[in-house]
Every structure is written in C-alpha cells, then in structure tokens.
C-alpha cells in the first residue's frame, strides 16, 4: 500500500490519514527514526523500548498498512526497510500548506510596509 499523489482523492486522504495516524504514536515514530538510519530486524527495533517484542510488530505492522515501510525477506532475516518515497508525499503534502501560508504572511508584510510607510514618511517631514 502506497500513499497516493492526490491527498484531495477520497483513496489518497485514506493514505494520509493512514500516514499521520501511524506517525502520530511515539514509538512509530521513533521506529521510523531508527529505520531513517537504515534496515532494521523487528529484533533491533524493540531493543530500545520496554514492551513485548510482538507489540513492537504490531507498531511495525501499521507503520506497513500505512505504506512507510516495507519488509522484505534476506535468508531468515526479515529486515524492515523506510520507504523515503511515502515520507516525501506526507512532505509535499505539508509544503503545499506552508508554502500557501508564507504567501499569505509575505502578501500580510507587504501590505503592512506600504501602510508604515506613509507615517513613517510624516515623521521625517516633522523632524
């Protein structure tokens, strides 16, 4: 399961919720963290936390359901692997909203200089 280009598609905001709500549990995230650095074993990535091996695997799990990650299988390894492909569309995802926010304050400061510029204009004509 992939997270699709158009978030504004009904199957597409599936994904991204599916996307944030994984990311939204401190130890998904952390997981994510650790798998940004390179493959993982469900072993390696609950060596950190002090909770069951299996809860790890359920995390890991909806982190897969939700299309961050991958496992694959090497021999009897099943390392889990961070799909920067998925973290890239919940990024451009975001800057579609900042980038429209910046704007909006560019345009806001734009608007405020030329309203301060005429008593600034005034102040130097008193002085």
């Known amino acids: 399961m992939t997270l699709l280009d158009d978030p504004h598609d009904e199957s597409g905001a599936d994904a991204l919720d599916r996307a944030f709500l994984a990311l939204a549990d401190p130890v998904r995230r952390s997981i994510v963290a650790t798998l940004s650095r ?20 359920r995390h890991i799990q909806v ?6 990650i991958t496992r694959t299988r ?7 692997h961070l799909d920067p492909a998925a973290l890239e569309r919940l990024t451009a995802w975001i800057d579609e909203y900042r980038l429209t926010a910046e704007r909006q304050y560019r ?19 008193q002085s």
């Open 63 to 68: 982190l897969e359901t939700a299309g961050l």
């Open 38 to 57: 390179g493959p993982a074993t469900v072993n390696e990535l609950a060596a950190p936390f002090p909770i069951t091996k299996q809860a790890v695997s």
């Open 107 to 125: 345009r806001l400061d734009a608007l405020l200089g030329r309203l301060q510029a005429p008593s600034s204009d005034l102040s130097k004509e």
């Open 74 to 80: 090497e021999g009897q390894r099943r390392p889990c």
